[in-house]
């Protein structure tokens, strides 16, 4: 890993915020990481303790870092918007996390059905063979990858890169609220309903229908979390009969 530049003029807690910043956005100070200890980074950047502190204060402010008192600083989200949502999350109520993808998931699949290209579809038909192959390997983490990708990668269909940055920034909420059906007795975590059924009305350029599948998605998923959370408040009862398409 290559260190940072130093600051080679009067040391503004700005220039420092953004040098920082830049490390986390990059991926070279990845989420759930430790950043390094406060002398290196003094010695780095050419800074006094308390610029750099003022620094990181304003960064954990942001949702961007998370200052561990004995432990460490740790990087909690790769934007201000990741971090925002992270806070607000709290993983404490998913049927908020999808009210929200219910509107961009539906406007997403609507412009992917118009604007996707032939790349876009194939990167989701591999999504989509990964997350099958990922279920029968029982490999949680690669099959959880693969679901995010698949949604992620509609929403990059759709051309629209507010949208796209938008959906991005909801990774650790969306994929919080698929995780927990893993466990559950008969779930079908490569059931040929749903996922397919929106790609195939991606192929087939049909705005309405691509809408519909997102919608039917994430209504049956809400369906299933509020049966189940009242049915069976307990953290691994089994869930209801049926099961959310995802």
Known sequence: MSSLESVRRPALSAEVIARLRERITSGDWPVGGRIPPEPELMTQLQVARGTLREAVRALAHAGLLDVRQGDGTYVRAVSELSGAVERLYGGSDIGQVL??????????ARLAAIRAEESDLAALDDALRR?????????????IAADWEFHL?????????????????????????????WTDPGYQGAAPAGHEDLLRALRERDPAEAARQADANLTDTHDWHAVRSANHPAPQASRPKGEPRR
């Not at 009210?99 to 997403?108: G, H, I, N, S």
């Open 131 to 143: 997350r099958r192959a990922a279920w029968d390997a029982r490999d949680f983490d690669a099959w």
């Open 153 to 181: 990668g509609v929403a990059d269909a759709a051309h629209n890169p507010l949208l796209a940055e938008l959906y991005r920034n909801l990774s650790g909420p969306v994929r919080a609220s698929v995780a927990d059906s």
């Open 99 to 108: 009210e929200v993808r219910q509107a961009l998931d539906l406007q997403a």
